[in-house]
């Protein structure tokens, strides 16, 4: 069996969404109202965050976080991120970062990629992982293409992960069989809730988040030929909220019976309720 590096060099695939728990539509327009719209870790990728840290823990390893903004979040929030066990955090704006399907995504996150691991002089990056899916998008589209653009092996909906040597075990729950599969690495891994419960981070991991280095790239810095392709096949139309109206009826009267039936036959005759 081969021995691991002496240093493991792992890249997890962030993204900062809107918290669907928070998000609350325009009054005017019935869209969601992102300008206001509180920012957190997408709940699968603090799933890879963790993942990392467990391989980071166990095997050394060098940790470096991944994602793209149309618009930066919040310092907080990206110090959460890193608390979590990065080592370091690159953020790639670049203008199809909001609108861009799995395709575009993961195009550009394969120039990242490959950019920064030249920053850090490494022909390769060991292990990728990313969450399954996005709290808003939830295509699960992007780690499979990126495996593709990077030519590496996929290996999707990861409950449970180890490291033999160089080569990556890895427990997959599907129907219900559960797969035990080997990889040699380099290879992408995507996980989900299943794979582990993510620690909040203790107290030095957050004092020293705001030490490590938030680094950003731009378009310009990945002047790859592809990218210039890179156009979304899928087109997002819009969303909104179903508009809500209170009747505001009120129904009078000192007898509880009488009041019952005039609710319920109002609630009959307006479809609400049926016998």
């Given at each position: 069996m081969?021995?691991?590096?002496?240093?493991?060099a792992i890249a997890v695939c962030v993204k900062f969404t809107p918290d669907p728990e928070r998000l609350r539509p325009d009054p005017a327009t019935g869209q969601p109202d992102l300008a206001h719209a509180a920012y957190h870790t997408n709940e699968f990728d603090r799933n890879a965050l963790e993942a990392a840290l467990f391989l980071k823990e166990r095997h050394g390893a060098r940790v470096?976080?991944?994602?793209?903004?149309e618009h930066e979040p919040p310092r907080e929030v990206l110090l959460r991120a890193v608390a979590a066990g990065l080592d370091a955090l690159y953020l790639v704006s670049h203008p199809a970062a909001g609108a861009g399907d799995g395709l575009v995504t993961a195009t550009l996150l394969a120039a990242a990629l490959e950019e920064i691991g030249a920053v850090y002089e490494m022909r390769r990056w060991d292990l990728v992982l990313c969450g399954d899916a996005?709290?808003?998008g939830y295509d699960g589209q992007v780690g499979p293409r990126l495996a593709q653009a990077l030519g590496i092996v996929p290996v999707t909906y990861?409950?449970?992960?180890?490291?033999?040597?160089?080569?990556?075990?890895?427990?997959?729950?599907?129907e219900e069989c559960v797969y035990v599969v080997e990889a040699d690495l380099p290879a992408l891994v995507t996980v989900g809730a299943e794979t582990n419960t993510p620690?909040?981070?203790?107290?030095?991991?957050?004092?020293?988040?705001?030490?490590?280095?938030?680094?950003?790239?731009?378009?310009?810095?990945?002047?790859?030929?592809?990218?210039?392709?890179?156009r979304p096949a899928l087109q997002s139309l819009g969303?909104?909220?179903?508009?809500?109206?209170?009747?505001?009826?009120?129904?009078?009267?000192?007898?509880?019976?009488?009041?019952?039936?005039?609710?319920?036959?109002?609630?009959l005759a307006a479809g609400e309720v049926s016998l």
């Open positions: 081969k021995e691991l590096p002496a240093e493991l470096v976080g991944v994602t793209l903004v996005s709290d808003d990861a409950t449970g992960l180890e490291l033999r040597g160089t080569t990556l075990v890895a427990r997959r729950l599907l620690r909040l981070p203790h107290l030095m991991r957050i004092l020293e988040a705001g030490h490590k280095p938030i680094e950003r790239l731009t378009w310009a810095d990945l002047a790859h030929a592809e990218l210039e392709q890179a969303a909104s909220a179903p508009v809500s109206r209170r009747r505001r009826t009120v129904i009078q009267g000192e007898d509880p019976q009488m009041l019952a039936r005039s609710l319920v036959r109002r609630l």
